[in-house]
């Protein structure tokens, strides 16, 4: 058996595109290992949406250099690949910066990896693709193997149209595509056969998907969600990232209508300021989001909200920042990540002259993360005491305890739960963490695994 060791940075798409990586190279010999001394090929799952991400790739693949010339002076090989979006947007550049890298591969193309390896195989030297043929890849996939993981991933569409202009990914996913009702229903009645009990579709545009359905019609992602909300055995549903702009009415009315889908939705805003979200190129105001907002209350009023915030935009005044506070306070946000901005290349507000010095970045940065943070705690405290369904997940770092989630996503801790991984389980909130919830099942164990 080869073992194969894969780190994965960035999104969630990039989790998902990893795990489909090992399940393609599993028919090959490659078996998982968390110890990349002992690995004899290397993934690096690379993000390129900030600088820091970007450089982090670099300074790995220092590392990793060093151990595959230690194993080479030990007679072994290692294969060193770098795959996603680092490998899109840099390609042939970081064969130029590390001689150690044998395969790059963009986000479209890694179905093309046995092809790559069976290349470099033949000592036809390194091997760069990065085409965007995103059909071809989901049909050239095997089933997806996620194992028993009781919380799976599904990507539904990928790319992004939008070209907010702060941000790599319209370059480095392509453009918009849907992946069809039938392929996406197949692959989520094969997670729920292997154990799946929660499925979260993921898009760069989620809700921007529009797939062929089964009757020849292109189909919403509300539609997806009612199919996928029929299949045996699948309790829960969960969609991510969402735009503003892409909003249904359909899709706000399945958070009424559909028990299965969950009460928590991340809708990124990026900024409060309306000419900060015009010179972003978000294609909504600030009352816009409010309004969506209000809708999704209307429908489903215990739905806990989630967003993205950057910081310090090229030209963000006081009080551009202020009109973002003044938008956090009013929606109340159970969660959020907030980030400074980081100028890309290729990208139009990278180019743009009152970029922001860092010290306000930073100052502002802070001012927010502590509103948010203030709100998330304000949140938690709130689901003190309550009784809510929680999908364990996983063990916990204590003997016998595990690790699940409840509705709105929080994670939460429970003591002699080891038993129940892979259920759903009504818990009692008892304590509030910094970034967790303590609980405690509501009746024995032996009753709750007898039922
Ligand atoms: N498709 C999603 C987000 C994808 S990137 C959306 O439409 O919102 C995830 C987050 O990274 C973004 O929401 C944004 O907040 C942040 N981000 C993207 N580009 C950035 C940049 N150049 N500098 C700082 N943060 C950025
Ligand atoms: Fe980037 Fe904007 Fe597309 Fe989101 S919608 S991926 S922020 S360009
Ligand atoms: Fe990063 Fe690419 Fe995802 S840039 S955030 S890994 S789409």
């Not at 990065?130 to 799976?152: C, H, I, S």
């Not at 294609?283 to 009023?301: I, K, N, S």
């Not at 690790?403 to 429970?414: A, E, F, I, K, S």
């Amino acid at each position: 058996m080869k073992k194969l060791f894969i780190k994965t940075y960035g999104c969630q798409m990039n989790v998902y595109d990893s795990a489909r990586m090992a399940d393609l190279l599993a028919p090959l010999g490659y078996g998982p290992t968390d110890a990349p001394d002992e690995a004899d090929m290397v993934i690096l799952n690379t993000c390129h949406i900030r600088e820091k991400a970007a450089e982090k790739i670099y300074s790995e693949l220092g590392r990793m250099k060093k151990l595959k010339d230690a194993k080479q002076r030990a007679g072994g090989a290692m294969t060193i690949a770098v795959a996603g979006c680092v490998a899109q947007a840099e390609g042939a550049e970081i064969l130029a910066r590390q001689n150690a890298v044998d395969l790059v591969v963009g986000p479209q193309s890694y179905h093309r990896l046995p092809e790559m390896i069976a290349k470099l195989a033949r000592g036809a030297g390194h091997a760069l693709e990065t085409d965007f043929p995103a059909e071809a890849k989901f049909d050239a996939l095997p089933e997806n193997d996620a194992g028993a993981a009781p919380a799976a991933f599904l990507t539904v569409q990928e790319g992004c149209d939008k070209f907010c202009s702060f941000c790599v990914v319209p370059y480095t996913r392509g453009s918009e595509f849907s992946r069809p009702v039938m392929q996406v229903a197949a692959e989520a009645e094969g997670l729920v056969a292997k154990g799946a009990r929660e499925v979260t579709l993921l898009g760069q545009n989620v809700n921007a998907y529009r797939g062929p359905g089964p009757d020849g019609e292109i189909w919403s992602l509300a539609q997806l969600i009612g199919a996928l909300a029929q299949i045996e055995g699948l309790q829960r549903l969960r969609y991510m990232t969402s735009h503003p702009r892409d909003m249904g009415d359909d899709l706000i009315a399945a958070h009424r209508d559909v028990e299965a889908l969950m009460p928590y939705l991340h809708l990124p805003v990026q900024s409060g300021s309306d000419p900060i979200l015009h010179a972003m190129n978000r294609q909504h105001t600030a009352e816009d989001y409010l309004r969506l907002v209000e809708r999704f209350r209307a429908a489903r009023p215990d739905i806990a909200l989630s967003s993205d915030f950057i910081v310090g935009f090229p030209g963000e005044t006081d009080k551009d920042f202020e009109a973002t506070l003044s938008l956090v306070r009013a929606v109340g946000y159970a969660q959020a990540f907030s980030f400074k901005y980081s100028a890309r290349p290729g990208t139009p507000a990278a180019a743009a002259h009152k970029q922001v010095p860092d010290d306000v970045k930073n100052a502002r940065l802070q001012a927010l993360q502590a509103l948010l943070s203030a709100q998330q705690d304000a949140f938690n405290t709130g689901c003190a005491g309550r009784i809510l369904p929680i999908l364990f997940e996983k063990p916990g770092r204590k003997d016998g305890q595990a690790v699940g989630r409840t509705p709105y996503l929080q994670p939460v801790h429970v003591d002699g739960a080891a038993s129940l991984i892979g259920r759903i389980v009504d818990v009692r909130i008892e304590a509030v963490l910094s970034n967790s919830l303590k609980g405690v099942l509501t009746r024995p164990l032996e009753k709750v695994l007898a039922h």
